[in-house]
């Protein structure tokens, strides 16, 4: 079950300003990218559910982070139905990310006070989310939905939406800067956080590296 009540986990991944998002098939590698980030800094970890017998591997994961990684607050991500939400906080998920807004999710979530965070692509979309509870909101795909000036144009009326934007983040200080200046609560950063090559070779310290780069990035540019 999960380590972490909803304000925790909300806390963390307000605080940290970034998420990083990340599967990988060997359980192995995904503990090394796992430590690696936490290493850096970061206090929640998303591990998307995209592989076969991934539930398999989040499970090894979630034992391993309560040992070697005690203030890390590990989630899942792409659950597009309520059936898997229910699977993996069984195994331990303490946050459920989906790419799409599912209200049964929402419940399942609710019923167990995990923090459920949709993806959503419209002011509408949003605005349902939070109706069902939903108090951090995922817009995906963040780039085409029309990347930081949607966050800015968004808060405008609706000033108290939490939005973490996933999709076209990068660990640099011209795209970090435009999203915090915006507005977002937080990012989810994937493939360019783990750069191929780095993963490849075990490179493990490059990748704490770029976390810590861009943590102090968040930190300059967030609007308090």
């Known amino acids: 079950m999960p380590r972490f009540n909803k304000l925790q986990v909300l806390s963390a ?14 359980a192995e590698v995904a503990k090394q990218i796992v430590k690696a980030c936490y290493e850096g800094g970061v206090r929640a970890f998303e591990f998307t559910n995209r592989g076969d017998f ?5 499970g090894a994961l979630s034992k391993y982070v309560s040992a070697a990684c005690p203030e890390l607050i590990l989630g899942i991500g792409s659950i597009v ?14 946050f ?7 209200p049964e999710i929402a419940r399942v979530c609710n019923r167990r006070l995990i ?5 959503c692509g419209s002011v509408s979309e949003i605005g349902f989310a939070q109706e069902a509870g939903c108090d951090l909101c995922k817009i995906f795909p963040a780039g085409s939905v029309g990347g930081p000036s949607f966050v800015s144009n968004l808060k405008a009326p ?3 939406s939490l939005i973490m934007a996933t999709g076209a ?15 977002v609560t937080c990012v989810g950063m994937g493939s360019k956080l783990f ?18 780069e861009a943590l102090n990035l968040i930190k300059k540019y967030r609007k308090v």
């Open 96 to 102: 459920v990310v989906g790419p799409s807004f599912n």
């Open 169 to 183: 983040v990068e660990p640099t200080e011209e795209n970090l800067s435009a999203w915090f200046r915006a507005g």
């Open 13 to 26: 991944m307000i605080a940290t300003g970034m998420v990083p998002v990340f599967y990988h098939k060997d």
């Open 81 to 94: 139905d309520a059936p898997t939400a229910a699977l993996y906080i069984q195994l331990g998920a303490n």
């Open 195 to 212: 750069p191929k090559e780095a993963v490849a070779s075990g490179n493990w310290q490059a990748i704490t590296s770029l976390c810590e």
């Open 115 to 119: 923090p459920y965070t949709p993806g």
């Open 158 to 160: 609706m000033p108290w």
């Open 54 to 58: 991934a539930q398999e591997v989040f």
